[in-house]
């Protein structure tokens, strides 16, 4: 059985597999302001039907399931909620947080096991000002009923429009200790607070570091069951000569469950008028409790 693809015009696309809508691709932003509103993917579902994202918790109102975000962006915020100040700690300022508007999609698939979709976006500032255009695409593939898992590439390609640099960074940049939060970021739900963060080696914490994947395991509330995350960079992503800027892994289990793939955790990086960079991300959703041998057999089975 091929994988489904459903789209209700002006507001989301679902993907879907044996009655189980997988994601939901929301274009149609909520409306807060504060929030930074922008596309996300919630919810996000294993094929067992798991819920394996959070949306809107009372502790950030602006996390939003899977999210492409940036919270330092020359003075902006397109992360959403309160700005982190050098000297004053996180502030309200609304008048710093951005949005992000959806153009249209110029190309839909859906053939065999893949259904995807390219975005046009535009990045805009709070006065209205136009900083960058997006290319994105998503695309679900790898379904596999057998091994309880599938897979979704993130793919990101950012024009800056204004004829100054756009100056990427992080909390952490403007002198809060190990707070990269940034660039593609996942929320999970409540109950995989206190589940158990892996990568490829037994390094510790991952907060920080720089590694090709890293994994997220928990226990299910309300279901006897566990659901396991994989966040994997392509490969260009961690090459110097090739990515704009190192990428270092910002999450935590405690005291909420997130993962982002920070592209400026420890210092800021600039994008020249006129100038792109691009990053593919792998997010494999699946069923159980997979462990480091199991994770690392079956990322070397799904190839770039």
Same mark, same amino acid.
Do not use: C, K
């Given at each position: 059985?091929?994988?489904?693809?459903? &789209?209700?015009?002006?507001? &989301?696309?679902?993907?879907?597999?044996?009655?189980?809508?997988?994601?939901?691709y929301v274009y149609r932003p909520d409306p807060v302001a504060f929030e930074s509103p922008k596309p996300y993917v919630h919810p996000l579902r294993t094929l067992a039907g798991h819920t394996v994202t959070g949306y809107r918790p009372s502790d950030h109102r602006w996390h939003k399931g899977l999210q492409m975000t940036a919270s330092h962006l020359s003075g902006q915020n397109f992360?959403?909620?309160?700005?982190?100040?050098?000297?004053?700690?996180?502030?309200?300022?609304?008048?710093?947080?951005?949005?992000?508007?959806?153009?249209?999609?110029?190309?839909?698939?859906?053939?065999? &096991?893949?259904?995807?979709?390219?975005?046009?976006?535009?990045?805009?500032?709070?006065?209205?000002?136009?900083?960058?255009?997006?290319?994105?695409?998503?695309?679900? &593939?790898?379904?596999?009923?057998?091994?309880?898992?599938?897979?979704?590439?993130?793919?990101?390609?950012?024009?800056?429009?204004?004829?100054?640099?756009?100056?990427?960074?992080?909390?952490?940049?403007?002198?809060?200790?190990m707070a990269g939060y940034t660039g593609l970021q996942w929320r999970g739900p409540r109950d995989f607070t206190g589940g158990t963060v892996f990568g490829p080696a037994d390094a510790g914490s991952l907060m920080g570091t720089r590694t090709e994947w890293l994994a997220f395991t928990a226990e299910r509330d309300a279901v006897d069951a566990h659901s396991t995350l994989v966040f994997a960079h392509a490969p260009e992503n961690l090459d110097p000569s090739v990515a704009i800027h190192p990428s270092h892994w910002f999450v935590r289990s405690e005291p909420i469950p997130t993962v982002a793939f920070s592209w400026a955790f420890f210092a800021e990086f600039a994008l020249p008028p006129g100038a792109s960079f691009a990053y593919r991300y792998r997010v494999v959703v699946a069923d159980g409790v997979w462990d480091r041998d199991r994770v690392a057999a079956h990322l070397k089975d799904l190839p770039w």
């Open positions: 059985m091929s994988v489904q693809f459903t &789209h209700a015009h002006g507001e &989301h696309i679902a993907v879907g597999f044996r009655g189980v809508e997988l994601l939901r992360w959403g909620g309160n700005s982190y100040v050098p000297g004053s700690g996180y502030q309200e300022l609304p008048e710093r947080i951005g949005s992000m508007r959806h153009d249209g999609f110029p190309v839909l698939t859906a053939e065999d &096991h893949r259904a995807g979709l390219t975005e046009n976006l535009t990045w805009i500032a709070r006065d209205g000002e136009e900083w960058a255009r997006e290319r994105r695409g998503l695309l679900v &593939h790898s379904v596999d009923a057998e091994a309880g898992s599938w897979a979704l590439d993130w793919t990101i390609r950012l024009t800056n429009l204004r004829d100054e640099p756009l100056r990427f960074g992080s909390p952490t940049t403007a002198g809060r200790e």
